[in-house]
């Protein structure tokens, strides 16, 4: 999404889940790594 400009819905069409789904995952993704950058 943020690299290749997709929507959620392509993310999710990629990854075989839902679009919801796909924003959570991409959520929890962006969360770990401002974490792991904090570090």
């Known amino acids: 999404k ?3 400009d997709l929507t ?3 993310v ?3 990854l ?3 679009e919801s ?3 959570t995952l ?3 993704a962006m969360t770990k790594l401002r974490e792991a ?3």
Do not use: T
Request: hydrophobic share 35%.
């Open 21 to 23: 789904n796909a924003g």
């Open 26 to 28: 991409l959520h929890r």
């Open 12 to 14: 999710a069409k990629l």
């Open 8 to 10: 959620n819905a392509e």
């Open 37 to 39: 950058c904090d570090a």
């Open 16 to 18: 075989g889940v839902s």
């Open 2 to 4: 943020y690299h290749g």
